[in-house]
């Protein structure tokens, strides 16, 4: 009586799955597997909102499992959770643009070695423009010297080039510690790339 009644449960589990996913057939290529509020497994084409968040498997028609969706965790560390998905993600993609890149760690080497030579040679450029700058700077201020000391009034003229030439002073020394700074990061990032590298290719 027992295994008869067993046998009865077993055939209409299997005609309750097989019912289902006729109807699900029609308007879906896979089921959607979850638990509603008093625990009882539902098979259907869609997840209401409520209960996407408790976890869920999507299963083919034939009745195989094709994913399963974790539970989400909520509140602080929900929130952690989710900030390091996005970093694993992130750095996923960083490592696939690396493997793109570069072939061996001396491509690397020869990418950081021309963009540092091209970023000094800016620099080079800059501090040869300071200097420029100052002598012109230095001459202004010799010929104004001499002319406050023959008791003449300074011409508006020179005036104007030693406050424009003060000023263009400021502006190459910021330029040139921005691109300091720029070097500094390019020779950071090349050094980290390296490292990477070589520990995703090993």
């Given at each position: 009586m027992r295994s008869l009644l067993l046998t009865l449960i077993t055939c209409s589990s299997l005609l309750?799955?097989?019912w289902a996913a006729a109807q699900i057939s029609s308007t879906s290529k896979v089921i959607y597997r979850y638990k509603n509020k008093d625990g009882v497994t539902v098979l259907d084409s869609k997840i209401p909102p409520q209960y996407v968040n408790n976890g869920y498997e999507i299963v083919s028609l034939s009745g195989k499992v094709i994913k399963v969706i974790a539970p989400v965790t909520q509140g602080a560390e929900g929130e952690r959770l989710y900030k390091e998905k996005l970093q694993r993600e992130e750095r996923e993609r960083e490592d696939i643009q690396l493997r793109r890149s570069y072939s061996n760690?001396?491509?690397?080497?020869?990418?950081k070695t021309r963009n540092l030579e091209s970023l000094r040679g800016n620099i080079g450029?800059?501090?040869?423009?300071?200097?420029?700058?100052?002598?012109?700077l230095q001459t202004y201020q010799a010929q104004a010297a001499a002319i406050e000391r023959a008791g003449r009034q300074l011409p508006e003229d020179l005036l104007k080039n030693i406050n424009n030439l003060v000023q263009e002073e400021k502006d190459i020394q910021v330029q040139i510690q921005q691109r300091e700074e720029e070097y500094k990061t390019v020779e950071q990032k090349f050094d980290a790339d390296r490292k990477r590298f070589v520990e995703i290719t090993q």
């Open positions: 309750f799955s097989s760690v001396g491509d690397i080497e020869a990418a450029i800059l501090q040869a423009n300071l200097t420029s700058a100052r002598s012109r």
